[in-house]
């Protein structure tokens, strides 16, 4: 009997025993409470609502909505730098000389603009009252208005100098005068022309027509393109002179051939190589 109460006392102590370790391991593996809560979840913000625009003001009875406003306007392109084409080779001419290099802006960095505002200030100074470019290989031509002139190459007097039509009584000496009177005095045109370039051209044998000449005034200025170029020694400035005649008012004017006046006679009694040669 002893014996069975000394081995209970042992059996509880060692079950005393088992269970203090295995609540000490409990103790040492358990995470602690701080760690194994979950946060709570943010409570999402409500949106904040946009300001109301505000209302147009009203309008008066009878005043209307402003107009929308209108885009900005697009840049208008710079015009293009061209002229229209002289036939080339040009026509045979009534007329034709070479203008002396003397005349001619072409000592030092000379340039096509600068023979150019030569050829201009010369039919200013002619009074001519229009001229225009037309483009040739490697330079311009300066084209003349058409102008009434007599045989020898003067210019009819003010304002029958630039008109078409046959020339007036009071503008003939008397005896022109007494030859109208038997046959109708034909009427006599000029158009001068300054070709200016370095290429040497023949000119065609078709021969231009009245109607063609008027049609060859262009431009009116000469581009930079084209002016910018430098008058080099191989350039060559030659003055053509195209001449027609009106035997009536009802007829065409056709091509004079040949002149009974030199070129040189023509830019004379123009006025054009008394303002070039100074």
Same mark, same amino acid.
């Given at each position: 009997?002893?014996?069975?109460?000394?081995?209970?006392?042992?059996?509880?102590?060692?079950?005393?025993?088992?269970?203090?370790?295995?609540?000490?391991?409990?103790?040492?593996? &358990?995470?602690?409470?701080?760690?194994?809560?979950?946060?709570?979840?943010?409570?999402?913000?409500?949106?904040?609502?946009?300001?109301?625009?505000?209302?147009?003001?009203?309008?008066?009875?009878?005043?209307?909505?402003?107009?929308?406003?209108?885009?900005?306007?697009?840049?208008?392109?710079?015009?293009?730098?061209?002229?229209?084409?002289?036939?080339?080779?040009?026509?045979?001419?009534?007329?034709?000389?070479?203008?002396?290099?003397?005349?001619?802006?072409?000592?030092?960095?000379?340039?096509?603009?600068?023979?150019?505002?030569?050829?201009?200030?010369?039919?200013?100074?002619?009074?001519?009252?229009?001229?225009? =470019?037309?483009?040739?290989?490697?330079?311009?031509?300066?084209?003349?208005?058409?102008?009434?002139?007599?045989?020898?190459?003067?210019?009819?007097?003010?304002?029958?100098?630039?008109?078409?039509?046959?020339?007036?009584?009071?503008?003939?000496?008397?005896?022109?005068?007494?030859? &109208?009177?038997?046959?109708?005095?034909?009427? =006599?045109?000029?158009?001068?022309?300054?070709?200016?370039?370095?290429?040497?051209?023949?000119?065609?044998?078709?021969?231009?027509?009245?109607?063609?000449?008027?049609?060859?005034?262009?431009?009116?200025?000469?581009?930079?393109?084209?002016?910018?170029?430098?008058?080099?020694?191989?350039?060559?400035?030659?003055?053509?002179?195209?001449?027609?005649?009106?035997?009536?008012?009802?007829?065409?004017?056709?091509?004079?051939?040949?002149?009974?006046?030199?070129?040189?006679?023509?830019? =004379?009694?123009?006025?054009?190589?008394?303002?070039?040669?100074?």
């Amino acid at each position: 009997m002893r014996n069975r109460g000394v081995m209970g006392w042992i059996l509880a102590l060692l079950l005393a025993i088992v269970v203090l370790i295995l609540g000490g391991c409990s103790k040492e593996t &358990a995470p602690p409470a701080s760690q194994t809560q979950v946060p709570a979840p943010a409570t999402p913000k409500a949106p904040v609502a946009a300001a109301p625009e505000k209302p147009p003001p009203a309008m008066a009875p009878g005043e209307l909505p402003p107009a929308p406003e209108k885009p900005p306007a697009a840049p208008v392109p710079a015009p293009a730098e061209t002229m229209p084409a002289f036939p080339w080779p040009p026509p045979p001419a009534s007329a034709d000389t070479m203008i002396p290099d003397k005349w001619l802006p072409t000592k030092g960095e000379a340039r096509l603009a600068d023979v150019a505002n030569r050829l201009e200030g010369a039919l200013k100074a002619a009074k001519y009252p229009r001229w225009s =470019y037309s483009s040739v290989p490697n330079g311009f031509a300066l084209v003349s208005k058409m102008e009434q002139i007599k045989p020898d190459g003067t210019p009819s007097p003010e304002p029958a100098r630039w008109s078409t039509d046959l020339p007036s009584v009071a503008h003939m000496t008397f005896f022109e005068y007494m030859k &109208a009177l038997a046959n109708v005095e034909p009427g =006599y045109y000029r158009v001068i022309v300054f070709i200016v370039t370095n290429q040497p051209w023949l000119l065609t044998e078709e021969k231009p027509t009245a109607e063609e000449a008027e049609k060859w005034l262009g431009s009116r200025w000469l581009p930079d393109s084209v002016g910018n170029l430098a008058y080099g020694p191989d350039y060559r400035t030659t003055a053509l002179v195209y001449e027609f005649k009106k035997v009536s008012k009802d007829a065409d004017a056709t091509f004079v051939e040949l002149s009974l006046a030199s070129a040189d006679d023509h830019l =004379y009694k123009a006025g054009i190589s008394a303002s070039l040669s100074h």
